[in-house]
């Protein structure tokens, strides 16, 4: 397995404080941001290569998101760079952004093409702090005769897949990932059965069958000499199955894989790709980022699915981001402040540990009376996801500017 996690330093690059950097800054008053205060963001951003493909094509791959990339005009990457240079978050999960190994034609085009150019007259922005591994989206697997073709949906190995980008230094060596966990090995799963009872996958589909559609990420970040593990993930959609519902309970066991992760009683059955064992100690900092494909209120998730983290003690607990933009989008709909993608649900979350403190937080969603609607006005705009975001205090001891 190839993980790619770089440090980029040049004169495209912000220059960061011990700190943080002048330009991370709140969108909304861009002097009110404290040094100490971390901006941490999630986005899916729609950015695989079914995007960039010419209509009709009879094959995609992720080389169609590289041309996209470097020719740095792409408007619907320009205003996914915009939305970015807005919110200005230090850290950011981009969901739904094709793994491209070699990172000269994937990320850090995205980087140099997009985000450290301006955006509508912006200031650029920059990551010098990157990680992405691969994913079980696309991967064959060798059985034939099956119900599982795949290891998780996707035309090419690599589509739907995720990176991280920080402004913070990555603690290269002790990042895990748990692509290749077994979900038969997760105590009382809820893999799918038939109507008789048996097990939906045949004997062979259960015994190599990957828990995690595309990954789970522990990344650990130094921010100012405190760590934050970043537990990132982008679970299937619960739909698209039938009555075993067999996304529905792989969704519900891709989320409790983080509940179980960051409870100590429970952290017993994890390896990660290397074989280490365990979980998180019981006083570490964590947020957990991604579009999780889940709701507690709305849509078509196994019960509890998303209780397993709201409710959750050490998740904090703080009230959900909001947008006026969703409230528009669906006038009718009680929980639309709430939303995060047109299509009307909380899906994306960044979720802090309770020992995180919380300081506010948001959906990026602009009314249509706003001059950035034009950003979010369509699918093809930027994405059919928004942004969420979530300002964090940190000690002002570990964290006083210079």
Same mark, same amino acid.
């Given at each position: 397995?190839?993980?790619?996690?770089?440090?980029?330093?040049?004169?495209?690059? %912000? /220059?960061?404080?011990?700190? !943080?950097?002048?330009?991370?800054?709140?969108? +909304?008053? =861009?002097? @009110? #941001?404290? $040094?100490?205060?971390?901006?941490?963001?999630?986005?899916?951003?729609?950015?695989?290569?079914?995007?960039?493909?010419?209509?009709?094509?009879?094959?995609?791959?992720?080389?169609?998101?590289?041309?996209?990339?470097?020719?740095?005009?792409?408007?619907?990457?320009?205003?996914?760079?915009?939305?970015?240079?807005?919110?200005?978050?230090?850290?950011?999960?981009?969901?739904?952004?094709?793994?491209?190994?070699?990172?000269?034609?994937?990320?850090?085009?995205?980087?140099?093409?997009?985000?450290?150019?301006?955006?509508?007259?912006?200031?650029?922005?920059?990551?010098?702090?990157?990680?992405?591994?691969?994913?079980?989206?696309?991967?064959?697997?060798?059985?034939?005769?099956?119900? %599982? /073709?795949?290891?998780?949906? !996707?035309?090419?190995?690599?589509?739907?897949? +995720?990176? =991280?980008? @920080? #402004?913070? $230094?990555?603690?290269?060596?002790?990042?895990?990932?748990?692509?290749?966990?077994?979900?038969?090995?997760?105590?009382?799963?809820?893999?799918?059965?038939?109507?008789?009872?048996?097990?939906?996958?045949?004997?062979?589909?259960?015994?190599?069958?990957?828990?995690?559609?595309?990954?789970?990420?522990?990344?650990?970040?130094?921010?100012?000499?405190?760590?934050?593990?970043?537990?990132?993930?982008?679970?299937?959609?619960?739909?698209?199955?039938?009555?075993?519902?067999?996304?529905?309970?792989?969704?519900?066991?891709?989320?409790?894989?983080?509940?179980?992760?960051?409870?100590?009683?429970?952290?017993?059955?994890?390896?990660?790709?290397?074989?280490?064992?365990?979980?998180?100690?019981?006083?570490?900092?964590?947020?957990?980022?991604?579009?999780?494909?889940?709701?507690?209120?709305?849509?078509?998730?196994? $019960?509890?699915?998303?209780?397993?983290?709201?409710?959750?003690?050490?998740?904090?607990?703080?009230?959900?981001?909001?947008?006026?933009?969703?409230?528009?989008?669906?006038?009718?709909?009680?929980?639309?402040?709430?939303?995060?993608?047109?299509?009307?649900?909380?899906?994306?979350?960044?979720?802090?540990?309770?020992?995180?403190?919380?300081?506010?937080?948001?959906?990026?969603?602009?009314?249509?009376?706003?001059?950035?609607?034009?950003?979010?006005?369509?699918?093809?705009?930027?994405?059919?996801?928004?942004?969420?975001?979530?300002?964090?205090?940190?000690?002002?001891?570990?964290?006083?500017?210079?």
């Amino acid at each position: 397995m190839r993980h790619i996690l770089f440090a980029l330093l040049g004169a495209g690059v %912000l /220059s960061l404080s011990a700190c !943080g950097s002048s330009e991370t800054t709140s969108p +909304m008053n =861009l002097e @009110s #941001q404290e $040094p100490y205060e971390l901006r941490i963001a999630t986005f899916n951003v729609s950015m695989e290569a079914d995007n960039y493909a010419s209509e009709g094509a009879s094959e995609v791959s992720s080389d169609a998101l590289t041309v996209a990339l470097a020719n740095g005009e792409h408007s619907q990457i320009q205003n996914i760079a915009e939305i970015i240079q807005r919110t200005r978050p230090q850290i950011i999960l981009l969901n739904e952004f094709d793994y491209i190994a070699d990172s000269s034609k994937g990320i850090d085009l995205f980087r140099t093409n997009y985000l450290n150019q301006p955006q509508n007259g912006l200031s650029p922005i920059d990551y010098p702090y990157v990680y992405l591994a691969p994913v079980n989206t696309g991967v064959k697997t060798q059985l034939t005769d099956s119900n %599982l /073709s795949m290891f998780g949906f !996707g035309k090419y190995p690599g589509q739907y897949a +995720m990176v =991280l980008l @920080s #402004q913070y $230094p990555i603690n290269t060596d002790q990042v895990r990932t748990f692509q290749k966990f077994l979900w038969k090995d997760m105590p009382s799963h809820i893999m799918p059965s038939n109507e008789q009872g048996e097990s939906w996958y045949d004997e062979d589909a259960v015994s190599i069958m990957r828990l995690s559609s595309k990954s789970h990420w522990d990344v650990p970040i130094n921010v100012c000499g405190e760590t934050i593990h970043v537990l990132a993930s982008h679970p299937t959609p619960p739909v698209f199955d039938g009555a075993e519902d067999r996304n529905g309970r792989r969704n519900f066991d891709e989320i409790r894989f983080w509940a179980d992760y960051i409870t100590p009683q429970t952290a017993t059955y994890h390896y990660d790709d290397l074989g280490n064992t365990g979980g998180l100690a019981a006083d570490s900092h964590f947020v957990i980022l991604g579009d999780l494909n889940a709701s507690s209120v709305e849509g078509d998730a196994y $019960p509890g699915a998303m209780d397993q983290l709201l409710k959750h003690p050490r998740v904090a607990n703080y009230p959900a981001p909001t947008s006026e933009g969703g409230k528009e989008n669906r006038p009718d709909n009680s929980y639309a402040a709430n939303h995060t993608a047109y299509w009307g649900m909380r899906a994306d979350y960044v979720l802090p540990s309770s020992t995180l403190n919380v300081v506010t937080s948001g959906v990026y969603w602009p009314t249509s009376t706003e001059d950035e609607y034009r950003l979010v006005e369509s699918r093809q705009a930027s994405s059919d996801h928004r942004m969420v975001w979530v300002d964090v205090k940190l000690s002002k001891d570990s964290c006083a500017s210079d």
